[in-house]
């Protein structure tokens, strides 16, 4: 392609790389049998969430959405490839100093495509982890599921028949039902800010570098165009002997320095808080410390070994009530040890 | 869309913009009736540099091949901004802290996809300064094919009949085909010098912008980010009310205001120069004035007055023959006048 020149002849790994090893290549990049998007993408965005638990509906979808952005990522990135060869191939037939730098405008523009590619992958890793979300609420549905099946079951055998003796292995049922809930929405809470935090990291983590990167190529295509002489010629003149190849070419080996050595510890955009921000979020800190010291809950409940059966069933637990926990664990809250109940009998 | 806050509501044009004003919305953003690109490219790309003369073909391909990249950027401002949605939407069935958190998150999404779109307006301005050197090339093609026809059809005569007064007349005519032509490649030279350098200045510029300010907002997400309590609860365990929505709106408005205010001259990310680089671009701009100086053609030639009257007809110039000129103007560079050769007469 690039006739003098290109960066991607068997390249070293980059300091940024080094310091935080590449994800495996994207999981869009193969299987893709129905062509550039279009018919795909639609597909996927209308599918999502038509199947699976109801929880899991918007993440899923937020998920296939995200394939499709990376899928037309992936297409901006394989564009402007062919872009950046077909540059050099116009500027072959130039005169000589638009020829090199046309040329090696090219080169640096296949870069961005490159470096866009990349970005595609990071962005994959950040989509996994959203994906691992959409996993862990799909599991506790059935949970709740099942909890919400009990507690209708037995309102509806006391109302038929309140002296049935059902009704009292259907409450140990749910006991043991509400345990696991627990469980489970305490694992879905946590994991859910676990894995938000991680994911934008990685997204944004990579966006800073990719952005970065692309601007440190622009500012070197901009010294290349320097080497252009842009006199005008009145007719019949000649242009004089070009002699900028060495120039053109120290420009490029400047910029693959520049990019090999970026490290995000080296990140020179700096997105700094306000005063009133930083006083904001700092009380939110110091008010999450403080709560956290007020309230110690953790010698109230055991640390969980992995198993439901290391713990006390829920009627056991001193202000058990089975109440209204199926509407407080539908808006996503954990209410059941707060309030101050009276305990049924088993 | 978001609930609590969007930046684009009646936005004041940024610093940025009032520096250099925004150009008209890109020609590739109305009359799409094929659909999101697929067959729309594959059509543009196959039919580019088909039609329209030799000289523009390569060039005609590399425009057509801009516009499906534009295209495809387009689509991927739209699909992040779709993605910046539907995490809203997933987040508000999440507890308080998380739900702001990815509806502030969804805010910058959104932003860097309107980030993007505005880019493609900039990025379609540097597609129509390439077009225009696409132009003066189909427009030049005519007068050296006039040339070439003149000079094949004497060398036709002169080998058929060498006493037909015919050659006279064609010979004359040649003269005046060889000025017009000496003009147009001046001009091809000059306009394509002057638009490479604009069109690739106005790309760099604002791909620099467009990464610097992605980078800024990849920078707030990270401290929005922080406003997550990801400490792990124990199962029946509540978490804190949350305090965070001031912090947040903070956050979101730091980053509107860092956006708002970045200018080209407060951009961050150098692209320096190495001492190698530097050494060698000064000696190619030193050579290039020394040239200039020491060959003065300016006294040669009449500056153009836009009409070819005010030219000498190109036989009355001391060193005038036709010779293989047609070949020469092919490579594109004018040698006419370099050569020493023999005067011809009319």
Not at 70 to 97: F, H, K, T
Not at 132 to 144: D, G, K, L, M, T
Not at 294 to 319: E, F, I, Y
Request: proline share 4%; charged share 30%.
């Amino acid at each position: 392609m690039h006739r003098t020149y290109s960066m991607r002849q068997s390249r070293a790994p980059t300091a940024s790389q080094v310091e935080s090893p590449p994800p495996p290549i994207s999981t869009t990049k193969s299987g893709r049998w129905l062509g550039k998007g279009g018919i795909g993408h639609a597909f996927r965005k209308n599918a999502a969430g038509a199947f699976g638990p109801d929880l899991a509906k918007k993440l899923s979808q937020l998920v296939k959405m995200e394939k499709n952005a990376m899928r037309s990522m992936e297409l901006v990135a394989r564009e402007r490839m062919e872009v950046a060869q077909q540059l050099s191939i116009w500027g072959e037939a130039c005169d000589e100093d638009v020829s090199d730098v046309t040329d090696k405008l090219g080169v640096l523009i296949y870069e961005i495509g490159e470096l866009e590619d990349m970005f595609v992958d990071r962005y994959d890793q950040y989509r996994v982890t959203i994906k691992s979300i959409r996993n862990i609420e799909a599991s506790v549905q059935p949970s709740r599921d099942r909890k919400q099946k009990i507690t209708d079951e037995i309102a509806k055998l006391k109302y038929k028949d309140p002296n049935s003796p059902r009704i009292v292995v259907l409450e140990q049922e749910l006991v043991r039902a509400e345990a696991e809930s627990l469980v489970a929405e305490a694992q879905l809470s946590n994991i859910t800010r676990e894995k938000v935090k991680a994911a934008f990291q990685y997204q944004f983590d990579a966006l800073r570098e990719h952005s970065e990167k692309v601007a440190i190529v622009a500012g070197y295509g901009k010294h290349l165009l320097d080497l252009i002489d842009d006199t005008p010629v009145t007719p019949g003149e000649t242009r004089h002997a070009y002699d900028g190849y060495d120039a053109s070419k120290a420009i490029i080996q400047d910029c693959e320095d520049a990019l090999t050595n970026w490290v995000s510890s080296k990140a020179v955009v700096k997105s700094s808080l306000s005063q009133r921000s930083r006083t904001l979020s700092q009380r939110h800190r110091s008010n999450l410390n403080k709560n956290r010291e007020g309230v110690d809950l953790s010698g109230q409940d055991q640390p969980l070994a992995g198993d439901r059966d290391s713990w006390l069933p829920a009627d056991q637990h001193p202000n058990y009530e089975d109440g209204d926990d199926g509407v407080s664990t539908i808006e996503g809250e954990l209410r059941g040890r707060e309030e101050e109940r009276e305990p049924i009998t088993v």
